[in-house]
């Protein structure tokens, strides 16, 4: 397992140095990954300039939930960015090589790029989730601000092993691009707003079908003592099961994994 | 135990049978058939500690398919491998650590880094330590000229120095059996005689070489040992000389002659064989079978008709043979 890390640390932080060769991409990128935050809060903005509250949701706590997912998110291009070229490598028989060196070939995918866009995510959604949680009423405690960083770290698990089980999907349908998860990922978009605004059968999806709901709402409905407050505690257990699906898929995957050419 | 030990190998690859058009893909989508195709079919193969072996056949005989079976690359349909004890596609870890694989159409390193980064990223998947390392690199810096490669993105190198760090990378952890699929396709006459040279130097640490190639000259300078597939199947295995006495049935004879003759004449004088008229009218060829007629045969042939002045033979050349599998000559 440690060995395991330092691979994937080494690997992403060569791609790392490689990246920051050219300073104008990084600028770029980080301001092109704040803006998408900002559009985020001007969206928001606007809604609550028209309604007090979205279903029980005052405008801090709504954009306390879009700042987690938005924070969350930029976690997938900054540490998972090689899973994205997952579908192209299937594609064109490129997991012949990882598949000879002695290192888990998912490790090798993952760390395989980085995307900076992910620091313009992480410091708009940590800006929207600090000045939301200074302007919701949150009863504070140890054991709060605890349970709040494991829910954070849980939740993060869940959205990286959804990319992995949505690039993995790749090894079944084929395609030069990851059509299947930019689907998958692109639907959770809506897991930014408040849960309880949508009816029954999409509720119900984004718990049990697709848990995207663990990923922002039930942890912040936790954090600020929601109605069925209890259920973000299970964020954890919904975290070790999504890692256990994605490590699954992905081998599965591999056994189908027939190269290209012959 | 061989090093190498493959038995009934065999890889059926699924394709998807569409009719042409928009149309018949639409119509697979509802209703989908599938054609087998056999790309391995049966083989057996054992390799020896230190044997370098050429793998041989025509495009799409099975040859890459064979190097992904042993490789661990692909799950086999049917039979079992092993290598070094270890079974390739279940063991893949174990077998990484004695393996190193090199597919000339594609290059390991990784596209957006420094050559000296992707060799480090290596170092440290296959734990190699920092001694070890340093010293690999002199020896690898030796023989392929690797230092001015090192600090240069892998995209920007040339189809040579990528081969060389492709080489390097392959061979960096010191394996016991490496597998070269087309290791001097592309390359230029300096180049490849240089890949050459290293692969004989490889050869002679004891490292186990496999190759697939089209380049025959790969193989006469390399290899001792040809085994030869067509359609997935085996149809030779053996010392390279043993090749050329078993298939290489053509000589070939080109003669000056003293005065302008026909060549009907020869060819009534010489039946059973080919005699072709040269540039001029006195230079003939005989091409003949030399397990039916000896070279002296042939020149008694032609003095009964004509006197000779010059005449030189052209040996059984392994391109006649290997041409012929690929003409699908030889019998099977």
Redesign the interface.
């Known amino acids: 397992m440690r060995?395991t890390l330092?691979?994937y640390r080494?690997?992403l932080g060569?791609?790392l140095?490689?990246?920051l060769e050219y300073e104008a991409d990084f600028w770029v990128l980080i301001v092109a990954g704040l803006l998408f935050q900002v559009l985020n809060l001007i969206f928001l903005s606007a809604v609550f300039a028209h309604v007090p509250a979205l279903n029980g949701w005052s405008y801090p706590e709504a954009v306390l939930l879009a700042g987690t997912y938005g924070f969350v998110n930029g976690l997938g291009p900054l540490f998972f960015e090689g899973t994205w070229r997952l579908a192209g490598k299937i594609n064109h028989?490129?997991?012949?090589?990882p598949?000879?060196?002695?290192?888990p070939v998912l490790v090798q995918v993952v760390s395989?790029g980085i995307g900076l866009h992910g620091v313009g995510d992480l410091i708009g959604g940590g800006a929207m989730i600090g000045w939301g949680l200074a302007h919701s009423d949150i009863d504070w405690s140890p054991a709060r601000i605890g349970g709040g960083l494991l829910l954070l770290a849980s939740s993060a698990t869940i959205l990286l092993s959804l990319i992995v089980v949505g690039n993995a999907a790749s090894f079944w349908v084929g395609g030069n691009h990851p059509v299947f998860a930019m689907t998958l990922i692109r639907t959770g978009d809506m897991a930014k707003y408040p849960l309880s605004i949508y009816g029954v059968a999409v509720r119900a999806t984004f718990t049990v079908l697709v848990p995207y709901a663990f990923i922002s709402f039930f942890p912040a409905s936790w954090l600020l003592g929601k109605e069925s407050a209890w259920i973000g505690l299970l964020t954890p257990l919904v975290a070790l099961y999504c890692v256990y699906l994605a490590r699954l898929v992905f081998r599965l995957g591999l056994?189908r994994?027939?190269?290209a050419?012959? | 135990m061989s090093l190498v030990e493959a038995r009934g190998l065999t890889k059926i690859f699924r394709r998807p049978e569409k009719d042409p058009g928009l149309r018949g893909s639409l119509k697979h989508l509802v209703q989908r058939r599938f054609k087998d195709f056999r790309a391995v079919d049966g083989i057996d193969l054992s390799i020896e500690a230190g044997e370098s072996v050429a793998y041989v056949g025509p495009n799409g005989a099975g040859k890459s398919t064979t190097i992904k079976l042993l490789t661990g690359i692909l799950v086999p349909t049917a039979g079992t491998v092993r290598v070094a004890g270890a079974e390739p596609h279940t063991d893949r870890m174990v077998n990484a650590r004695n393996i190193g694989v090199l597919f000339g159409q594609r290059t390991q390193l990784w596209w957006d880094l420094p050559v000296r980064e992707s060799l480090a990223l290596l170092r440290d998947m296959y734990d190699l330590s920092p001694a070890f390392y340093k010293q690999r690199l002199e020896r690898l810096d030796e023989v392929l000229g690797l230092a001015d490669l090192l600090p240069v993105v892998a995209r920007k190198l040339s189809l040579g120095q990528r081969m060389r760090a492709d080489l390097a990378a392959a061979l960096l952890h010191q394996p016991k059996i490496v597998y070269l699929d087309e290791p001097t396709i592309g390359l230029d006459i300096s180049v490849k005689d240089r890949v050459r040279q290293f692969l004989r130097e490889l050869r002679q640490d004891g490292t186990t070489l496999m190759l697939t190639t089209h380049d025959l000259g790969d193989i006469e300078d390399v290899c001792e040992r040809i085994v030869i597939i067509d359609e997935g199947r085996k149809i030779f295995d053996g010392p390279l000389a043993q090749m050329k006495d078993r298939f290489a049935r053509v000589r070939r004879m080109h003669l000056q002659l003293a005065e302008p003759t026909p060549v009907e004449k020869l060819a009534e004088r010489l039946p059973d064989v080919e005699v072709i008229a040269g540039d001029s009218p006195t230079e003939v060829t005989v091409t003949f079978d030399r397990f039916t007629h000896t070279a002296g045969q042939i020149i008694a042939g032609v003095l009964d008709v004509v006197e000779v002045g010059e005449l030189h033979l052209d040996e059984p050349a392994i391109e006649d043979v290997v041409r012929k599998v690929y003409a699908g000559e030889l019998l099977r």
């Open positions: 060995r330092r691979i080494r690997s060569a791609h140095r490689a990246v028989g490129e997991l012949d090589y598949l000879t060196r002695p290192a395989g056994r994994y027939d190269s050419g012959h």
